[in-house]
């Protein structure tokens, strides 16, 4: 399987960080484009150097080499993550405006019908960004917005990470250790959940009031 990965400069490099580690371990071969913000965002937000960071990846892309092999459709991916993806790179996979590596690869995936996951982070989102995420809806991508649940109840940061990245992976047809199917709650958690009794009564006093 071959994957292309582009980390761009939106909040969460983390996210991106972790996939490429869980890619080089099951042996998935990575071409990483790093955007000229992400090198900023990762300096900021992790201990990691940029050569840590691109010792994860099989092969790496310079941002702004048009001519390296993932801005053809000539060569054969499986799929394409920007992870996190900034509203600037949304911007420019929505108008189709390639004038970076990511960007091209992107729209190289969209225009081939191959996977394109764009793990979007803002907050709040403007109407263009929104309306950015419609767009690239229409084109066959996938907008998965770095947005972890809890209903697992983590418990470090590193729990959220690893649900995000694992939910990016599985996009592009990866199953790995980092999230699990939900298959309920919980038997120790039913036991005794507070709301669990206040439904049940609830439905036992509208079963009153109806006879
Ligand atoms: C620490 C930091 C965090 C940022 N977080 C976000 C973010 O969450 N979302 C976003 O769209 N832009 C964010 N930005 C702004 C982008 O880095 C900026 O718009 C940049 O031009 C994006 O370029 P790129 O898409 O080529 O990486 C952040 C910038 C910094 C320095």
């Known amino acids: 399987m071959r994957l292309v990965i582009g980390i761009s400069g939106a909040s969460g490099v983390a996210y991106g960080i972790r996939a490429l580690g869980v890619l080089k371990s099951i042996r998935v071969e990575t071409h990483l484009v790093l955007s000229e913000a992400a090198r900023e965002t990762i300096r900021?937000?992790?201990?990691?150097?940029?050569?840590?960071?691109?010792?994860?990846?099989?092969?790496?892309?310079?941002?702004?080499?048009?001519?390296?092999?993932?801005?053809?459709?000539?060569?054969?991916?499986?799929?394409?993550?920007?992870?996190?993806?900034?509203?600037?790179?949304?911007?420019?996979?929505?108008?189709?405006?390639?004038?970076?590596?990511?960007?091209?690869?992107?729209?190289?995936?969209?225009?081939?019908?191959?996977?394109?996951?764009?793990?979007?982070?803002?907050?709040p989102l403007s109407l263009i960004d929104i309306e950015n995420m419609a767009v690239v809806t229409r084109a066959g991508g996938v907008i998965l917005p770095a947005m972890p649940s809890y209903y697992r109840r983590p418990k470090t940061v590193e729990d959220i990470i690893d649900e995000v990245a694992g939910r990016a992976l599985e996009q592009l047809g990866i199953v790995s250790k980092l999230t699990r199917p939900w298959e309920g709650e919980p038997a120790e958690r039913l036991h005794d959940a507070p709301h669990k009794k206040e439904s049940q009564d609830t439905i036992r006093g509208r079963g009153m009031r109806d006879r």
């Open 44 to 123: 900021l937000e992790t201990d990691y150097s940029i050569s840590e960071v691109e010792k994860l990846a099989t092969e790496v892309h310079k941002f702004n080499d048009v001519t390296s092999k993932i801005a053809s459709g000539s060569f054969h991916t499986d799929g394409m993550a920007v992870i996190p993806c900034s509203m600037k790179t949304l911007g420019g996979v929505a108008s189709g405006y390639s004038d970076n590596l990511l960007l091209r690869a992107a729209a190289v995936s969209l225009k081939e019908r191959r996977r394109l996951v764009l793990v979007v982070r803002e907050a």
